[in-house]
């Protein structure tokens, strides 16, 4: 069973730039959450989606800033016109909230870079 | 809003030694989670605490769990130059919900 996966890993943009960042959440598992890690810092939730189905964005910003899971394919967050504040590295979890577990597994992340 | 804090935030030991990291929590929370970071790596799940006196061990590292007093800790046993690592809590309110982290606590075991 192949954990949860995201790509790219690695994502330089120059400012002003969209960023799309993918998220496919393991087997079997149906939420998805958004967390990003600025440097030196811990990770802060940003929101969290079931399938076609955004259940809490209160950690996203209000601009250009907005994520979706689609009944098909993986789940995107979309930055829209990237400042260099938005550098950091942004991971995605699943659970598959079933059976009384609900444990978050954590993909690799996306470094981004904003030049 | 749920506050996590973890102290100290930065912990220098030398192998051999026992350290104890901490983790305060300021709601009541369904459960609570230790994660290890490397550097430039994701998270790797060390421990999940359900109830209240609940106690983990993994090789040298142990995990409580007291939910009245809102406090986990991560107590390190003989400290070896492969536990340098960035330690998180992390809290979640209600089952399914997001996490809140704490600010981490960044190991260095010297040889």
């Known amino acids: 069973n192949a954990g949860v996966m995201q790509n790219p890993r690695h994502l330089v943009r120059r400012r002003g730039q969209e960023a799309r960042l993918r998220c496919s959440p393991m087997?079997?598992?149906?939420?998805v959450y958004w967390y990003r890690q600025l440097p030196e810092e811990g990770l802060k939730f940003m929101v969290y989606l079931q399938k076609e189905n955004i259940i809490d964005e209160s950690g996203m910003p209000k601009e250009r800033f907005s994520a979706e899971f689609p009944k098909e394919g993986p789940s995107i967050l979309r930055i829209q016109q990237v400042v260099r504040g938005d550098s950091a590295a942004y991971f995605c979890?699943?659970?598959?909230?079933?059976?009384?577990?609900?444990?978050?597994?954590f993909g690799p992340g996306t470094r981004l870079t904003v030049t | 809003e749920l506050k996590v804090e973890q102290n100290p935030l930065f912990l220098s030991m030398q192998e051999g030694k026992n350290y104890t990291i901490y983790c305060n929590y300021s709601?009541?929370?369904?459960?609570l989670y230790w994660y290890r970071q490397d550097p430039g790596k994701s998270l790797e799940s060390l421990f999940v605490?359900?109830?209240?006196?609940a106690v983990k061990q993994e090789g040298r590292l142990m995990a409580s769990l007291d939910t009245k007093a809102r406090l986990s800790t991560l107590h390190i046993t003989a400290a070896v130059h492969d536990l340098s690592a960035t330690y998180f809590c992390?809290?979640?309110?209600?089952?399914?919900?997001?996490?809140?982290f704490g600010e981490g606590t960044q190991l260095t075991v010297n040889p």
């Open positions: 992390a809290v979640e309110e209600t089952s399914g919900s997001r996490l809140t």
């Open positions: 709601t009541t929370s369904d459960r």
């Open positions: 979890a699943s659970s598959p909230f079933w059976g009384g577990s609900y444990e978050q597994y």
């Open positions: 605490l359900l109830s209240n006196g």
């Open positions: 087997k079997g598992h149906s939420h």
